[in-house]
């Protein structure tokens, strides 16, 4: 591997959701697909800085011995990842294993909210979050390979959802947040520019 060059990684996969636990009740995100796009620039032998964008969308779930004895939908639930980390390969092979982390942002937006469960809309949130990852790159020629990778996302906070019973209705009194782990797995293809010394 030269120096200073490119990678462009789209990729396409699975993650396997959550559960936020607050006493015997708890708020979930479904499995869902996920894509997105890495862009790392090598800074030294084997040492990728990058910046990366995930997406995936889920269905948010609550079970609540008030508000919703069974579980029972919230709403959908979008996820944008915006970050920036570190990637660094373990050899210099055809079969290229890597390990990184990243910081930055997740932009959480609920959408078709049940009216049964909650009288308003949710709001869009913005959280702090981190990331590790690892897997490898298997080089079919110096420019193109095939990426598979798996990833640990961790929010530091998520949930939010304002719900309960009253006299006007559904709507205000329990707040959840916390920081849960959301996995997952995608594989895609890895264009490398820049090959050059």
């Known amino acids: 591997m030269s120096a200073q060059s490119i990678e462009i990684t ?22 869902g697909d996920q894509y ?20 995936h969308d889920a269905e948010l779930s609550i079970k609540d011995i008030y508000i919703a ?20 390969y373990l050899n210099d092979a055809p079969v290229k294993p890597f390990v990184g982390g ?7 937006a609920p959408s078709n909210e049940n009216s049964e469960i ?9 959280e702090f979050a981190f ?6 790159n298997i080089m079919f020629s110096e420019v193109v390979g095939l990426n598979l990778q798996g990833n640990l996302l961790f929010p530091v906070s998520w949930g939010g959802v304002y719900v309960a019973g009253g006299p006007g209705g559904i709507g205000g009194g329990v707040s959840v947040s916390g920081t ?6 995608s594989g895609g293809l890895v264009f490398r520019l820049g090959t050059g010394s």
Do not use: C
Request: net charge neutral.
């Open 69 to 88: 004895p069974t579980e029972r939908k919230v709403a959908d639930l979008s996820a944008d990842w915006i970050q920036i980390g570190v990637m660094r």
């Open 36 to 55: 997105g796009v890495n862009v790392g620039y090598e800074v030294d032998y084997g040492t990728l800085v990058e910046a990366s964008w995930i997406h």
């Open 131 to 136: 990331s590790f990852k690892a897997g490898l």
């Open 180 to 185: 849960t782990i959301i996995g997952g797995f």
């Open 10 to 31: 789209p990729s396409y996969g699975i993650q396997f959701g959550s559960k936020l636990n607050y006493g015997v009740n708890y708020l979930k995100i479904s499995d």
């Open 118 to 126: 909650v009288n308003r809309s949710l709001s869009n949130s913005t």
């Open 102 to 108: 990243a910081l930055g942002l997740v932009i959480l």
